[in-house]
Nanobody, 124 residues
Framework: VRLVESGGGSVQAGGSLRLSCAASGYTNSGNCMGWFRQAPGKEREGVGIIASDGSTSLARSVLGRFTISQDNSKNILYQQMDGMTPEDTAKYYC???????????????????RGQGTQVPVSS
């Protein structure tokens, strides 16, 4: 399984960015994918997950600003980030599970596969 993130880069506060995660050797069928992030000097933080049926769970800190979606035909996971703030500055990782995730967004921290991450600095 290989997960490759793209779309990261610098953005100003209030701006938007869309991250993509291309999955190979993996299909989100009956399981889950998601995103987590790690800011400099801080612990990893779950951002959100999406199940194969399209249902999502998002962290309160990003609710109403971030959206997770997927294109199952292309095996691509997306994260649309709007209204970004400097507190969103982090390295963002894509992750995928081998089984269905019945919990919440923090489950993403324990998923079986993860990508190398993409940096997202947000300036004020």
């Amino acid at each position: 399984v290989r997960l490759v993130e793209s779309g990261g880069g610098s953005v100003q506060a209030g701006g938007s960015l869309r991250l993509s995660c291309a999955a190979s050797g993996y299909t989100n069928s009956g399981n889950c994918m998601g995103w987590f992030r790690q800011a400099p000097g801080k612990e990893r933080e779950g951002v959100g997950i999406i199940a194969s049926d399209g249902s999502t769970s998002l962290a309160r800190s990003v609710l109403g600003r971030f959206t997770i979606s997927q294109d199952n035909s292309k095996n691509i996971l997306y994260q649309q980030m709007d209204g970004m703030t400097p507190e969103d500055t982090a390295k963002y990782y894509c992750a995928a599970s081998r089984t269905y995730c019945s919990g919440g967004y923090n489950d993403v921290l324990y998923f079986d596969y993860r990508g190398q991450g993409t940096q997202v600095p947000v300036s004020s």
